[in-house]
């Protein structure tokens, strides 16, 4: 028989229960930071919340399945996200906080140029990889070609062609209406939408507001004055865009209203209601198709049956490109590497878009632009229906 004394029984509860915690510890999943940067108050708040949700199903499908294997390490993922509230100035300091305080090095977000200008001050010198959404060109066409920024959903310069084919043959335009912000993005945006009416051989009477603003009457008046039998509300923000519908039907504007960019149709519909019938778009995705269903099927398991904004799925997209990129480069720490991979990642299908093609270069001097189908909608008793499916040139 083998006597154990008290003391030594006690040892070796206390070494078991040792080896236990750091057999625990080793198993433990580390977590990983991915940042957020988006509109969460004011005019963009719809484009904030479809960047996090987008971003939160798609970290929530790599958790439930393990997590994230890399470096011979797993990780557990985490989004951290600042509200830039539509601004440049709050884009820069949501980066400013997620890159020098929190250490973040790859971030989903934001939308607006504006706040991509702000943030990009702060990530591009940081070798911060930025997964964002911004028409002005300079997000991709600057000094930094070999840069950490890519974009993931169409400008103007991209489906504008297309669109605007599409819009002459069907819609029979002859002199459009359009209001843009009154500041550096909205002076820089303006002039090419302008130009490729007018080489289409349609007139265009332009003018300007001011972020913010709630009461547009007096210059669609003005644009109604000019004779436009057409009012385009192209790029502008879901709350901005979904009043400019509403009060362009309350002052007795009966003619064409569309829109050639910033896709917010739910939305629209939401702010401007029975007024929103008969509003056509361009619209990123087709949420009733059938590839689409487990997306929207995951997104109503998550946060209920209500509007999903179509930059929803562009940001699940871009945030499964930058976790399998990560995964590929085998390194949580250097971004050049993830952002090589992400170069590379031609095929790779997150599921929701059909497999990742890159261009640009032409137009910017970089393939950091996600190439994607487009579609063309218009609401009918509420609700959108898709009138034709358009692609990049």
Known sequence: ?????????????????????????????????????????GGGTAWGLAIKRGAELAIDEVNQAGGLSVGGKNYNLELLMYDDQYTGQGGKTAAERLVFQDKVKYIVGPIGSNPVLSAMEV???QKVLLMSNGYTPKILDNEHKASYNFRFTLTNLEYAPSMMKWVKENLKVTKVGILVPNDAIGQSVAPPLVKLYQDNGIQ???????RGSKEFSPLITRLMAAGIDGFDINFNAPGEAGLMVKQARQIGYDKLVYQMGGPSVPEIIEVAGQHS?????????????????????????????????????????????????????????????????????????????????????????????????????????????????????
């Open 123 to 125: 990530t591009t010198p």
């Open 204 to 210: 265009t009477v332009v003018d300007y507001y001011e």
């Open 277 to 393: 019938e008969g509003f056509i778009s361009y619209e990123m995705f087709d949420f009733d198709a059938p590839s689409a269903q487990p997306f929207v099927k995951a997104y109503a398991a998550k946060y209920g049956k209500g509007i999903i904004n179509s930059q929803t799925p562009a940001f699940y997209n871009a945030t499964k490109i930058l976790i399998e990129a990560i995964r590929r480069a085998d390194t949580v720490d250097d971004t050049t590497k993830i952002r090589d991979a992400v170069e590379k990642l031609a095929g790779y299908d997150a599921g929701v878009y059909g497999p990742v093609r890159w261009t640009g270069k032409a137009i910017y001097g970089v393939d950091h632009q996600l190439a994607l189908p487009f579609y063309v909608v218009e609401v009918k008793n509420g609700k959108p229906v898709t009138r034709a499916v358009l692609s990049v040139d």
């Open 1 to 41: 028989m083998i006597k154990i004394s008290r003391r030594n029984a006690l040892a070796g509860i206390a070494a078991a229960a040792a080896i236990a915690t750091v057999s625990s510890t080793a198993l433990a999943a580390e977590t990983l930071r991915i940042g957020a940067i988006g509109s969460l108050s």
